[in-house]
């Protein structure tokens, strides 16, 4: 949901990190770029700085299970997420969860070692589950009360809440070794048993993973995979000089061609949105403001979901690599397509109308004193959130409603939301998201990011966690979406209006087969090579 | 005849160098609007006769932009001139004035903000008053005193000496009129210099903290974040993103300069009447 703010330097250094690259090894070249008839096993993929793990390869420091979710590679996990984003296995044989939810029982497999030789049991699975608990600071588990290895291929979660959705917890949780975990050592010296095996890592600079050859799945295709950590400009370059055979970039670079090089897009929920407080102008006991008196009007609300041309944003900012978004959660199983609009700029005005928003002088609408303005609030630095924002400015300025634009940065931005519109980058492969976005929070009765409260939603995510089916809570959250009568959609309370969802766009090498991705998630990083051992050359 | 017409053309020089500025000054402020206006239908024009520099990947004008820009830094750095020359100005005579210790306070005081990486402290009173528009003023203000204070303190060292001010005093006139009748006239060829020259400093300062992302916000049109921006689509070909806001500011600088330069002269007894 975040996203550092760029930092200048480090790009203009990473530039002159990848000219000297280019200027000092003329002659091992060849040796970084794979793409060579008797090299046909080995990747180079270029990767935004941001993505390199600052505490290194532990789950219990948000690799994996952290910020961005994704596969952790070095490590196995229980369970998988499908291409469709439904459950599998990986080490778990099977799982089961007691009538009331709070006992999880999974089985897993006796074949496993480590790559230092050592098997792998539930007692490492239970104590992963625990440091976890105990370290993690990135993700929540206070769901987990603790966990508990009862035979050698037997492991029991006791939890202290229902939470049905744990199998897709369970998907991004590496399991580390007992024996050889230090929570200072291990984060660059992992041990897993997993796809590849940590090679080397030059911190700022790239990773090398290699296959694991005693991996107990299917040996991966890829034997090595280098990840190199470059700014988007430098990446740009490495691809344009041939030394990478993945290179991620952005909507920036869509019309340049790359010779050797095919634009590949893959779709995501990566999606962009803007919250709209639900709840009037307001100060609170401790002092600060929250609530919009604008847009605690839901007709206001509406006119906005149906007043935004999507496409034209598409078009406009993300050179059409994009789609709409609707919701937090387009195409996954948990995503209710009642919250698909069309776009009726017409109806947006005569919803104004109707509401008592009257176009003054100006041609700016007013009600009561109340003047139809916004200040729009976007993460300084990140360019595309900022041309969507102003691209969403003008559109809604069609409407009578004037808008201003601030830059923010995220050291303020979540106190500033609570009052006016951000634009926020969500989607996760685990219906969690819709709970922490639309489900209320703690004393104030009002969800954590933006002020909104509807007890029906609340009480359909309650039951949702609450149900011991997995099918059966998908259900229940798009319920919570839309019953029939009341949820977050557009004719539901909408106190949050999706625009985009930003296609992850990459450079591949001509001959190399990207293996069918999953929808991508938030964060244009780890989530590429989450099948990364099944891609080949041709 | 030559040394005159060499005042003449400097005091020519002089009149028009400070008219193209206050032109920039009033037309950035006039354009200020059309300088934030996106419209995505005209995004990533090259130079035209419609738009001098082109447009960027909002469509935004960018000769619009480039103006609102160098308007907004010779505001801030006129701003921040006039602050950090009467700081300088106040320190440099308390120090010459107030007696031994003062003296020996303020220049270690003086060596101690001169000690420190000018840019990082900048950054630091920056990020430390808020950032943004006070951030960046009050940043590149409390900064930039330091060299001027410590030749205005030694100017009123030597001063001090002089046989008409050990005179005025002898006669009983109190160390606030000597300051003010005798003292700050003398001093005021040296202030008026030092003045514009810090304007240059200033200037670049905030820009360059700005390029940082120290700065200020990147919806304002401030030459730091139109150069920091077009970094990021250098690499696509858009050099005019970057050539001619990057332009501009170098001549605004020189122009100040030049100005800063040419006034010494004037002002200066030695070389007023070359």
Known sequence: MRSNVKRKPAALLACLLVLSLMAGCGGSSSESRSNTSENRSSVVIAMDPNSEPEAGFDPAFGWGAGEHVHEPLIQSTLTVTNTNLTIDYDLATDYSVSEDGLLWTVHIRDDVKFTDGEPLTARDVAFTYNTVKEASSVNDFTMLDHAEALDDTTVVFHMTRPFSIWPYTMAVVGIVPE????????????????????????????????????????????????????????AFLAAQAGEVDLAYTSATYSDQTVEGYSLAAYES?????????????????????????????????????IGVDRQEMIDHVLNGYGSPAYSVCDQMPWYNSASEVTYDPEKAKSLLDEAG??????????????KAELNLLYATGDSVRQALAADFAEQLKE??????????????????????????????????ELYNIYHTIGDTGLAQYSPYSNSTVDVYMDQALASSDLEVSYDLWQKAQWDGTTGVTQDGDIPWVWLVNIDHLYWVADGLQVAEQKIHPHGHGWSIVNNVDQWSWS | MKPQNQRRNTILFLIVTAGVLILITAAGMLLKDQAVQTNFARKN????????????????????????????????????????????????????????????????????????????????????????????????????????????????????????????????????????????PHLLPQFVTGLILLFPHAILHESSITFLGFGLSSEQPAIGVILSESMRYLTTGRWWLALFPGLSLVCVVMLFALLGERVAKLLNPASAHE
């Not at chain 1, 080397?200 to 790239?206: A, M, V």
């Not at chain 1, 005693?214 to 470059?230: A, L």
């Not at chain 1, 100060?283 to 604008?294: A, K, L, V």
């Not at chain 2, 009123?156 to 003292?183: C, D, F, W």
Request: hydrophobic fraction near 45%.
């Open chain 1, 399 to 432: 409407l009578g409603i004037s808008c201003t634009l601030e830059g923010v940065g995220w050291d303020t931005a979540y106190d500033r939301a609570q009052s006016d519109p951000l634009i926020w980058g969500w989607g996760a492969h685990t219906p969690m």
């Open chain 1, 179 to 234: 024996h050889a975990y230090g929570s200072a050592s291990y984060g660059s010296n992992p041990i897993g048993s997993g796809r590849y095996i940590l090679k080397q890592w030059d911190k700022g600079q790239q990773v090398i993973l290699d296959a694991n050859p005693d991996y107990y799945g299917e040996q991966p295709n890829m034997q090595r995979v280098t990840i190199v950590f470059m700014e988007e400009d430098a």
């Open chain 2, 45 to 184: 024009l090259a130079p035209s006769r419609e738009f001098l520099f082109g447009t960027d990947w909002m469509g935004r004008d960018m000769f619009a932009r480039t103006l609102a820009g160098l308007s907004l830094s010779i505001r801030i750095g006129l701003l921040t001139a006039a602050v950090s020359a009467l700081i300088a100005l106040i320190l440099g005579t308390a120090c010459a004035v107030l007696g031994r210790a003062a003296d020996a306070v303020i220049s270690w005081w003086i060596d101690l903000m001169m000690g420190i990486p000018h840019i990082l402290l900048v950054m630091l009173i920056s990020i430390a008053c808020g950032r943004g528009f006070t951030g960046v003023v009050a940043g590149v203000a409390l900064s930039h005193w330091t060299s001027l204070a410590r030749v205005i303190r030694g100017e009123v060292l030597q001063l001090r000496e002089a046989p008409y001010i050990l005179t005025a005093s002898k006669l009983g006139v109190s160390k606030m009129q000597i300051v003010k009748n005798h003292m700050i």
């Open chain 1, 269 to 305: 929920v990566d999606n962009r949105g803007f919250n709209l407080p639900a709840v009037p102008e307001q100060t609170t006991e401790s002092g600060e403001t929250i609530g919009n008196d604008f847009t605690t009007d839901v007709q206001v609300r509406r006119a906005i979901n």
């Open chain 1, 357 to 370: 928003w009257k176009t003054g002088e100006d041609g700016i609408r007013e009600k009561d004193g109340v």
